[in-house]
């Protein structure tokens, strides 16, 4: 059956709006280098980890370079890629807050070969008792503690100085929540440990993972 123009008109217009709209949600997600054009993250222990990673597989085809001279060259690739990324962003600004189809969450360009681990104990009569421990015993508030934004939010807390006053405030207000499922309890104690795991060919010679104390913070329950 023919269609009259009108018809046709509103299925280009339909065709048109939800490939603006699928780019819309796409282009966001593009990579974007986790150290970016901050030449401070090529000189982090996980920024060089992963210099002498790409050195030494390069090695493997002929190409010889120096780590500080890998960080030169990715820096400059990374700030030409994020210049043209910001470019192909900018038409789709005004939809992307006006619908709500904000795209926060970039592609993973690595792995995180230090994670944290939560711990959460308790002191009653003098003796510190685990409630809740990532990986091991999550019976306590897993709902919460093992959401995928807190597992963003603890990590900050493990990693920098600044967010001190922030992990305090973190202690405190799983101490509130405590108070009530543990009626006998004094003390509540927050533990953030790096875990140190090692390479494939560590673990076949019989190495472990290891764990270092990165915070630890200690309130009282509130009564």
Known sequence: MDRSPAQLARRYALAAFLAFHVAAVVVPSLPA?????????YESKEGQRELTRWRLALGR????VTNDELAEHT?????AWLAARR????????YKEYAGVRQSWRMFSGVNEEPDRLSVEVKVDGEWTL????????????SL??????????SRYGEE???????????????VRAADDFPDAERLRVTI?????????????????????????????PR
């Not at 280098?33 to 993250?41: I, K, L, N």
């Not at 820096?75 to 700030?79: E, H, I, Y």
Request: proline residues 5%.
């Open 161 to 175: 100085r600044r967010y001190g006053s922030r992990f305090k405030q973190f202690a405190k207000f799983l101490a």
């Open 61 to 64: 085809v002929g190409v010889t």
């Open 33 to 41: 280098p986790v150290f970016g054009d901050d030449r401070r993250g």
């Open 145 to 154: 503690l093992r959401h995928e934004f807190g597992r963003s939010m603890l």
């Open 87 to 94: 470019n192909c962003l900018r038409p789709f600004k005004p």
């Open 75 to 79: 820096l400059r690739v990374s700030r």
């Open 131 to 142: 409630i809740f421990r990532a990986g091991e015993d999550e019976s306590w508030n897993r």
């Open 193 to 221: 440990d790096r875990v140190e795991n090692p390479s494939p060919a560590e673990r076949r010679a019989g190495a472990v993972a290891t764990f270092r104390r990165a915070k630890r913070k200690s309130v009282a329950i």
